[in-house]
């Protein structure tokens, strides 16, 4: 388990202040990409919940800010960071779709929530691996 799933891992199981999908995603990238903790949670905190209004699901944006914080921004790699996230949820990426096929499986919301946060961590720091940017 590389450091930034651990991290992401640590902030999820926080009860006494909530870090959404979407700032679990990032915090833990924050020092890294040259951010306080403060910063990135300002940032990412209206992309919970699918942007507060269940669209893309806060994770899945999570991971692009990562990306583009360490300047992941081209087409290829945007397109592959969406063709890896569609594979494992049907083409879904909306956060109202994906908590209702979760639901429809008769399983808790946190546990799906907290997978998704940990596949972006884990997709993002592949990604950024495989391009250079990180160790």
Known sequence: MNEYRKRAEELRAITEVHHNCAQAVVEPFAEAAGLSMETAARVAANFGGGMKRASVCGAITG????????????????GEYYHRISENHGGHFDCADLLQINAEKGLPKKPHCDGMVYECVDLAYEMLRERGKLA
Do not use: K, N, R
């Not at 921004?73 to 945007?78: F, K, L, M, T, Y």
């Open 63 to 78: 991971g692009l800010m990562v990306l583009g914080l360490f300047g992941v921004d081209d087409a290829a790699s945007i």
